[in-house]
Structures are given as C-alpha cells and as structure tokens.
C-alpha cells in the first residue's frame, strides 16, 4: 500500500492508504475530521469540499493518495486560539444555515472565492457557490454571509444587514 504524508489542519499525518481511498473517509474515517461530511459520493451537493493547498476541493472526489505532500484545511482547522474564524461567524450572525449539513462545504467553497475575489457581488458569490447545494435556505441567508465574511476578512467596517 501506498505511504502518504499530508498536513490536515496543521498537523502532519504518515499513513498507509489503500489506492482507491478517498480523501474524505481519509479525512472522517482515520484522522476522525468529521467536521467534513459526506452528502452524495458523486461531487453534486459540495458538502464535503475541503482546502487542498489553499484551494476547494469536494473530498469526495479526491483519492488520498493525490492528496500527497499537500495541506488540507477542514472546517475544524479554521478557527485559532478557540475563535471562530470570520467567516464561520458570519455564517452564524447571518443564520445561513437551517440544517447545518451543507454548511462546512459552503464556508470553505466562499473562503476559496474570497481568496480570488475579496469583494464579489451578489452574483459573483452564487456563481462561485454554485457547486455548493442547499435543500434548506433558498441561499439568501448563505449569499448575505459570504458578504458580511467578506468585509471582515478584508477589515471593512461589517455593515448590518
């Protein structure tokens, strides 16, 4: 079996991997991110997307062993020092979630859009959502997050909404 060496949240892990594993049971089954849920197993709903070297990514169509020398970021690992990180608090000032279950893909799916667009509109944010499924919030609450995440992470004054 392969040998695979990655840093999921800051830590660095050395494990066997069978070469068909996916990245998101690497992730819930053997480092125990279960912060990272499995939704459809076909790449559809988004649920599962993770940071791979700074980039979205759905986990469940990643094999661990592509994952190799790569930094991972899950939902658990963005948050310092016991603080959530801004864009998980403006998901929960915003109530962008209902049922919770798409939200990690959601949060990490709108960090990445934020790294390549700081300011996006309306559109521009579900556009870069659009990978991302919802069956809970019909998006206004979610499109309103990534808006109000947005400012802080750029250091704007946040304005209410």
Known sequence: M???AVNV?????EEEVEPRLLLVHLLRDRLGKTGTPI??????????????????????SVLAVQADGCDIVTIEGLGTDGRWHPMQQAFHEEHALQCGYCTPGMIMAAIDLLRENPDPSEDEIRAGLEGNLCRCTGYCNIVRAVRRGA??????EVKAS
Request: aromatic share 2%; charged share 20%; net charge positive.
């Open 9 to 13: 949240d800051g830590i660095r892990y």
């Open 2 to 4: 392969p040998r695979i």
């Open 39 to 60: 939704g459809c197993d076909t790449t559809n709903c988004g649920a599962c997307t993770v940071l791979m070297d700074g980039k979205s990514v759905k986990s469940c």
């Open 151 to 156: 400012q802080a992470m750029s250091g704007q």
